[in-house]
């Protein structure tokens, strides 16, 4: 039987992470980003499934031959996960291997759904390899300005959309208080609205996974590239070291991360399927 994690019991699951793996499900066993986790056995567990706090995926953990786990993934995820993830919108499932030896099982695993591929980049940015030759320009009326307690609160009502802010954070962080301790960010404004924002969206030890968006109608003024740029900074002047992750196809994403220096340190793929 598959069983639920209680969130101080996160910690029997260090074992079964892949050390070259993803940063999202380390940020959720060490308990720093929020998140659910599902494991064949809750006294020694040796293969289980993270849910991503922000319900933008789920991670197989662990050992990727254990037979018993593997055979109940399916009603599991038809019996209890679908329920739960159509109360918060999701309209599939999105899963990814901790380390690629998953990749068979989760193709076996799940032979009998209409299941899809992706293909994801992992880039780092070390100091020495940082290009501080490409600064960007934007227009004069657009202002950077870093993700403050005092901007969040926003208790002068300056910021029209302070939702956008509110929502981004608090999608991937369990509250403020916790983005301010463990993050940084940077916010694109113009006219008293927030139009591009770029901050942490899961962070481990020094390493801060970069989560960049910016509003439709102000997409091609090279906001996000500008944040993007300014977050790095911060980062290599405090030690921290930025992970970038985006999909092969995002080639101006792409295009941003490598003319900053960044460097890829491993592909991954994901799955998904439509719920019935």
Same mark, same amino acid.
């Not at 139009?195 to 509003?215: A, K, P, Q």
């Given at each position: 039987m598959i069983l639920e994690l209680k969130k101080t019991e996160f910690h029997k699951c260090k074992d079964l992470l892949y050390a070259q793996g993803q940063l999202e499900p380390k940020a959720v066993v060490e308990g720093v980003n929020p998140g659910r986790i599902f494991v064949d056995d809750i006294v020694s567990p040796a293969s289980g499934l993270i849910w991503l706090g922000n319900n933008d995926g789920f991670f197989f953990i662990g050992n990727e031959r254990n037979e018993v786990f593997n055979s109940e993934l399916n009603l599991f995820i038809d019996t209890l996960i679908i329920p739960e993830a159509r109360k918060v919108g999701l309209t599939c499932f999105e899963g990814i291997g901790n380390h690629n030896k998953w990749d068979e099982t989760i193709l076996k695993v799940f032979e009998n !759904?209409?299941?899809?591929?992706?293909?994801? !980049?992992?880039?780092?940015?070390?100091?020495? @390899?940082?290009?501080?030759?490409?600064?960007?320009?934007?227009?004069?009326?657009?202002?950077?300005?870093?993700?403050?307690?005092?901007?969040?609160?926003?208790?002068?009502?300056?910021?029209?959309?302070?939702?956008?802010?509110?929502?981004?954070?608090?999608?991937?962080?369990?509250?403020?208080?916790?983005?301010?301790?463990?993050?940084?960010?940077?916010?694109?404004?113009?006219?008293?609205?927030?139009?591009?924002?770029?901050?942490?969206?899961?962070?481990? @030890?020094?390493?801060?996974?970069? @989560?960049?968006?910016?509003?439709?109608?102000?997409?091609?003024?090279?906001?996000?590239?500008?944040?993007?740029?300014?977050?790095?900074?911060?980062?290599? !002047?405090?030690?921290?070291?930025?992970?970038? @992750?985006?999909?092969?196809?995002?080639?101006?994403?792409?295009?941003?991360?490598?003319?900053?220096?960044? !460097?890829?340190?491993?592909?991954?793929?994901?799955?998904?399927?439509?719920?019935?």
């Open positions: !759904r209409n299941l899809g591929s992706w293909n994801q !980049r992992v880039y780092t940015l070390q100091k020495n @390899d940082y290009i501080g030759n490409c600064e960007l320009t934007i227009q004069e009326d657009y202002n950077i300005v870093k993700i403050s307690e005092t901007l969040f609160e926003n208790s002068d009502k300056s910021i029209k959309n302070i939702k956008f802010l509110h929502s981004k954070i608090l999608e991937v962080w369990s509250s403020p208080e916790r983005f301010f301790s463990k993050g940084i960010g940077y916010s694109v404004i113009y006219k008293n609205k927030i139009v591009s924002i770029c901050f942490s969206g899961f962070v481990v @030890d020094n390493f801060h996974c970069i @989560d960049i968006e910016t509003l439709e109608e102000y997409q091609g003024k090279k906001l996000a590239q500008k944040g993007a740029l300014t977050f790095v900074e911060d980062c290599l !002047r405090n030690n921290f070291i930025p992970y970038w @992750d985006c999909m092969e196809s995002n080639k101006p994403s792409i295009a941003v991360a490598e003319k900053l220096g960044f !460097r890829k340190v491993f592909n991954y793929i994901g799955y998904e399927f439509m719920f019935e």
